[in-house]
């Protein structure tokens, strides 16, 4: 009966060790496997086993990106002002073996080695440098944590500066220059806005100018034509009644001529009808062929009055 419980006691303790013996590594997991105290191998993803009482898994490596957030660090400018700046660090583990041999505590190692290249950084650069660079120093606090944290099998990818918290008489003084610009670009916008409405006004009376006198000239225009117009139908009027005169001289001529009236007769009657066509206004006077011998008409009765 003895022997039979020692026997089970042994199949227990073989499953436990057994059991104990398979490790299963999970995804973006890494296992450092020592032998006898010394490195044997770094296991990957997927299942494995160990040797009993010989291996044992010294170091459980995540593979992931991982973040710190290092608490606020105190800094000096090179204009010798004290501020406190708090970063981020973004990291991966890309060596196990690396990392679970290069430092002690790699995370206190990151966090000392980024204060320190913080403060170098900032020490080359002043005040308003400082608060206008983040992209320039995140920049260059990646380069050189990434240098040194390479022995340690450790990528940095990303470094940010969370917070920058100057003195509070800095933050005084930076608020009261904030509102001094703000009051001046105030100042030069209306003084702007100002300036365009007087030009706006100004071009609009010039517009305005510019219209009135195109209409007066429209107006002295159609003025102009207008009594070009009325002198145009005045004269046509007035050649218009001399020709009916004279056409009514020259019906009346031949009717007396029909009548058996002689030349002289008939001449006669024409200077009479010339002279009351004289008598009108008109500028131009048409002489009809009828009185074309007027002049031997006038001649001729000159000899018979001597």
Same mark, same amino acid.
């Given at each position: 009966?003895?022997?039979?419980?020692?026997?089970?006691?042994v199949l227990v303790?073989?499953?436990?060790?057994?059991?104990?013996?398979?490790?299963?590594?999970?995804?973006?997991?890494?296992?450092?496997?020592?032998?006898?105290?010394?490195?044997?191998?770094?296991?990957?993803?997927?299942?494995?086993?160990?040797?009993?009482?010989?291996?044992?898994?010294?170091?459980?490596?995540?593979?992931?990106?991982?973040?710190?957030?290092?608490?606020?660090?105190?800094?000096?400018?090179?204009?010798?002002?004290?501020?406190?700046?708090?970063?981020?660090?973004?990291?991966?583990?890309?060596?196990?073996?690396?990392?679970?041999?290069?430092?002690?505590?790699?995370?206190?190692?990151?966090?000392?080695?980024?204060?320190?290249?913080?403060?170098?950084?900032?020490?080359?650069?002043?005040?308003?440098?400082?608060?206008t660079s983040r992209?320039?120093?995140?920049?260059?606090?990646?380069?050189?944590?990434?240098?040194?944290?390479?022995?340690?099998?450790?990528?940095?990818?990303?470094?940010?500066?969370?917070?920058?918290?100057?003195?509070?008489?800095?933050?005084?003084?930076?608020?009261?220059?904030?509102?001094? &610009?703000?009051?001046? $670009? !105030? +100042?030069?916008?209306? *003084? %702007?806005?100002?300036? #365009?409405?007087?030009?706006?006004? @100004?071009? =609009?009376?010039?517009?305005?100018?510019?219209?009135?006198?195109?209409?007066?000239?429209?107006?002295?225009?159609?003025?102009?034509?207008?009594?070009? &117009?009325?002198?145009? $139908? !005045? +004269?046509?009027?007035? *050649? %218009?009644?001399?020709? #009916?005169?004279?056409?009514?001289? @020259?019906? =009346?001529?031949?009717?007396?001529?029909?009548?058996?009236?002689?030349?002289?007769?008939?001449?006669?009657?024409?200077?009479?009808?010339?002279?009351?066509a004289a008598d009108?206004?008109?500028?131009?006077?048409?002489?009809?062929?009828?009185?074309?011998?007027?002049?031997?008409? @006038?001649?001729?009765?000159?000899?018979?009055?001597?």
């Open positions: 009966m003895g022997g039979l419980i020692a026997l089970v006691v303790l073989a499953v436990i060790i057994l059991m104990s013996c398979i490790k299963i590594v999970p995804q973006a997991h890494a296992y450092v496997v020592e032998r006898l105290g010394a490195y044997q191998q770094t296991w990957s993803v997927g299942l494995h086993i160990k040797v009993p009482f010989i291996d044992t898994v010294a170091k459980r490596v995540i593979l992931k990106e991982q973040v710190v957030d290092f608490a606020p660090q105190p800094v000096i400018t090179k204009d010798n002002v004290t501020m406190r700046i708090d970063t981020v660090v973004f990291f991966q583990i890309t060596d196990p073996k690396l990392f679970a041999y290069g430092v002690e505590n790699p995370i206190m190692a990151i966090e000392n080695l980024t204060a320190t290249t913080l403060r170098n950084i900032i020490g080359e650069m002043e005040l308003d440098q400082t608060l992209e320039v120093i995140n920049t260059k606090m990646r380069a050189s944590l990434d240098i040194a944290t390479d022995p340690w099998g450790i990528k940095v990818n990303r470094v940010e500066l969370k917070n920058i918290i100057p003195p509070a008489a800095i933050q005084d003084a930076m608020e009261k220059q904030m509102k001094a &610009e703000r009051e001046r $670009r !105030e +100042a030069i916008l209306r *003084a %702007e806005g100002e300036k #365009k409405s007087t030009i706006l006004v @100004a071009e =609009g009376q010039k517009e305005s100018a510019i219209l009135e006198a195109e209409a007066e000239k429209q107006s002295a225009i159609l003025r102009a034509e207008a009594e070009k &117009e009325k002198m145009i $139908r !005045e +004269a046509e009027g007035e *050649a %218009e009644a001399i020709l #009916k005169v004279q056409k009514a001289t @020259a019906d =009346g001529i031949r009717m007396i001529r029909e009548a058996g009236a002689d030349e002289a007769v008939l001449r006669i009657k024409s200077l009479e009808a010339f002279e009351k009108g206004q008109a500028t131009k006077i048409i002489i009809p062929s009828e009185i074309q011998g007027l002049a031997g008409l @006038a001649a001729s009765a000159k000899e018979v009055f001597k």
